[in-house]
């Protein structure tokens, strides 16, 4: 059976998108790799970043992709290609791997939620910036440095304060941060 995406343009999008080798540290270990991709990717085919959070062998973002753009696939496609390309190589490689001229870095599939209005949005932007005190990497979302918390910080959206492992959820109102184009950030 095909796997079958939802492709509107214009949406907005969280995307969790992971490593094959769900023990490496790939991704922190090579941060700078991981956001020249990303804006290289970003210069060619734009797409606004709302919130994102990388992990050691995980990712979670939201998108905003330009009206009438439906076209993430190709931007994930280009995004792990280009991160792939500008690390070193080492992990193993399957025959079918092999067989495609793939690495072997990446999980083939990723997932995708189209965001359906301003609830499901702050819920996702939630569970993004909440992720690293959910797999136990940090006791406090502000401690975990690969986030786009901290721009929701500086920018005045959240508190620092906010996200402590026992109290999620407290302190954020999205009505406090501006409408959606305001949510913008830099990867």
Not at 23 to 46: E, W
Not at 51 to 56: H, K, S
Not at 61 to 71: F, M, N, Q, R, T
Not at 89 to 99: I, K, P, Q
Request: cysteine-free.
């Amino acid at each position: 059976m095909r796997y079958r995406r939802t492709l509107i343009g214009g949406a907005t999008y969280f995307f969790t998108v992971n490593l094959a080798d769900r023990n490496a540290r790939l991704l922190i270990d090579h941060i700078a790799a991981l956001r020249a991709a990303v804006r290289h990717v970003r210069q060619a085919h734009p797409f606004e970043i709302i919130a994102w959070v990388v992990l050691p062998e995980h990712m979670h973002a939201v998108w905003i992709l330009p009206p009438g753009d439906s076209e993430y696939p190709m931007r994930w496609n280009q995004i792990k290609g280009g991160f792939s390309r500008r690390i070193p190589s080492g992990e193993r490689v399957s025959a079918s791997r092999s067989s495609r001229r793939e690495r072997g870095v990446w999980q083939r599939r990723y997932w995708e939620h189209l965001i359906r209005d301003e609830r499901d949005l702050e819920r996702h932007v939630d569970y993004v910036h909440w992720n690293p005190v959910k797999h136990g990497y940090v006791s406090r979302v502000v401690d975990w440095p690969f986030s786009s918390f901290h721009t929701f910080v500086r920018r005045g959206w959240l508190d620092a304060d906010w996200g402590y492992a026992g109290d999620f959820g407290e302190g954020y109102v999205m009505g406090s941060r501006g409408s959606r184009r305001d949510l913008r950030v830099e990867m």
